[in-house]
T-cell receptor, first 114, second 112 residues
Framework: EPEVTQTPSHQVTQMGQEVILRCVPI?????FYWYRQILGQKVEFLVS????????KSEIFDDQFSVERPDGSNFTLKIRSTKLEDSAMYFC????????????FGPGTRLTVL | KQEVTQIPAALSVPEGENLVLNCSFT??????LQWFRQDPGKGLTSLLL?????REQTSGRLNASLDKSSGRSTLYIAASQPGDSATYLC???????????FGQGTELSVKP
């Protein structure tokens, strides 16, 4: 069964550094999402992406964040200057169109900012 | 603003027991509701998805119901097993847009 993959599984970085989290969505899916889950808290929506542009973003997704689909398979989340409070599990999800019913989630990247 | 709440936060039951997990949401204008399972340190696995026009969905020992007018959903697990131990999340999708809004989850422990 096709699945969403994410790399790395765990990333440790120093505060102020840039990080790029990578996702390979299910092929032929056209809608892509990033969510995050701070330890002990709810899963929170960050951003959705369709047709090479952001379709929706949350208040969390400020200028420090950006997303990109650099080629036909990868979907990336970049955090320009990490803060301690960016430490969280980051999940990528993808969804096919036009059904748009079930979002399929990747295993997540645990980001630790020191 | 849509808020999703799950009760209880944690539940411990002996193996074989039937159990119900609850999810409530404040805005009934939803497109669908989805139940997920999350194992510790892992991703989210979709269990059941109920469209706003549906009342329930079943998969094996799992049954999810939806009462949109009252803003409630339940996940019924029959004959629980230790392998069911995980955190169960419900998430609603608003009528407009694609994002999911999650509850905080119910941590289930099934004791042998």
């Amino acid at each position: 069964e096709p699945e969403v993959t994410q790399t790395p599984s765990h990333q440790v970085t120093q505060m102020g550094q840039e990080v790029i989290l990578r996702c390979v969505p299910i092929s032929n899916h056209l809608y892509f999402y990033w969510y995050r889950q701070i330890l002990g808290q709810k899963v929170e929506f960050l951003v959705s992406f369709y047709n090479n542009e952001i379709s929706e973003k949350s208040e969390i997704f400020d200028d420090q964040f950006s997303v990109e689909r650099p080629d036909g398979s990868n979907f990336t989340l970049k955090i320009r200057s990490t803060k301690l409070e960016d430490s969280a599990m980051y999940f990528c999800a993808s969804e096919d169109a036009p059904r748009r019913d079930t979002q399929y989630f990747g295993p997540g990247t645990r980001l630790t900012v020191l | 603003k849509q808020e999703v709440t799950q009760i209880p936060a944690a539940l411990s039951v002996p193996e074989g027991e039937n159990l119900v997990l609850n999810c409530s949401f404040t805005d009934s204008a939803i497109y669908n509701l989805q139940w997920f399972r999350q194992d510790p340190g892992k991703g989210l696995t979709s269990l059941l998805l109920i469209q706003s026009s549906q009342r329930e969905q079943t998969s094996g020992r799992l049954n999810a119901s939806l009462d949109k007018s009252s803003g409630r959903s339940t996940l019924y697990i029959a004959a629980s097993q230790p392998g069911d131990s995980a955190t169960y999340l419900c998430a609603v999708r608003p009528l407009w847009g694609g994002k999911l809004i999650f509850g905080q989850g119910t941590e289930l422990s099934v004791k042998p």
